[in-house]
């Protein structure tokens, strides 16, 4: 038996516009959870794409990461089965292009909300995780590092696949 520990990489969009953030609300095994816009890293993309694509994905925006916001950790056991699960985050910022016109939210998403600060604050016992609100904090204590904090090997691509990330955070 194999008992090696293996994380769950996940990546997240801390978006703000006008003061409020860009959520999304989701069906989870939990019940309904406020979550930034966020899902697992897929095999051969860099964080940032990843989250890009969930951006795109929960929210139908388009999204483009600027700025790393920090790697975060969690752990977390289910109330339904006990499954334990540690959850490593790489959140980011940046900017939030327009919504794509045929798109429809991913399955199990309920909804997209603008939100205050005050009013996530205040809805912390309904986040996904406690993660929802930490990135937030350090999104407005201005937290931001540069994009080649997240180095990818180009291995990460499968054999003959041509567009390999860079060193200098472009597509990191």
């Given at each position: 038996m194999d008992n090696r520990w293996r994380?769950?990489?996940?990546?997240?969009?801390?978006?703000?516009?006008?003061?409020?953030?860009?959520?999304?609300?989701?069906?989870?095994s939990e019940g309904l959870r406020?979550?930034?816009p966020a899902g697992h890293l897929d095999p051969g993309e860099t964080p940032a794409e990843g989250c890009a694509r969930e951006t795109l994905e929960?929210?139908?925006?388009?999204?483009?990461p600027t700025a790393l916001l920090g790697v975060y950790i969690s752990r977390f056991q289910r109330s339904t089965t006990g499954e334990d699960i540690t959850y490593l985050r790489f959140?980011?910022?940046?900017?939030?292009?327009?919504?794509?016109?045929?798109?429809?939210?991913?399955h199990g998403i309920?909804?997209?909300?603008?939100?205050?600060?005050?009013?996530l604050r205040a809805s912390a016992d309904r986040h996904r995780s406690p993660l929802v609100l930490r990135c937030l904090e350090d999104y407005?204590?201005?937290?931001?590092?540069?994009?080649?904090?997240?180095?990818?090997?180009?291995?990460?691509?499968?054999p003959g696949e041509r567009?390999?990330?860079s060193g200098d955070g472009e597509g990191q």
């Open positions: 994380p769950s990489v996940t990546v997240a969009a801390v978006i703000e516009r006008d003061g409020r953030f860009l959520m999304i609300e989701e069906e989870t406020i979550n930034n929960e929210t139908t925006w388009s999204f483009t959140a980011f910022t940046g900017e939030l292009g327009a919504p794509v016109p045929g798109r429809t939210l991913d309920v909804r997209t909300m603008w939100m205050s600060v005050d009013e407005l204590a201005g937290v931001r590092h540069p994009m080649s904090a997240v180095y990818c090997d180009p291995s990460i691509r499968g567009d390999e990330p």
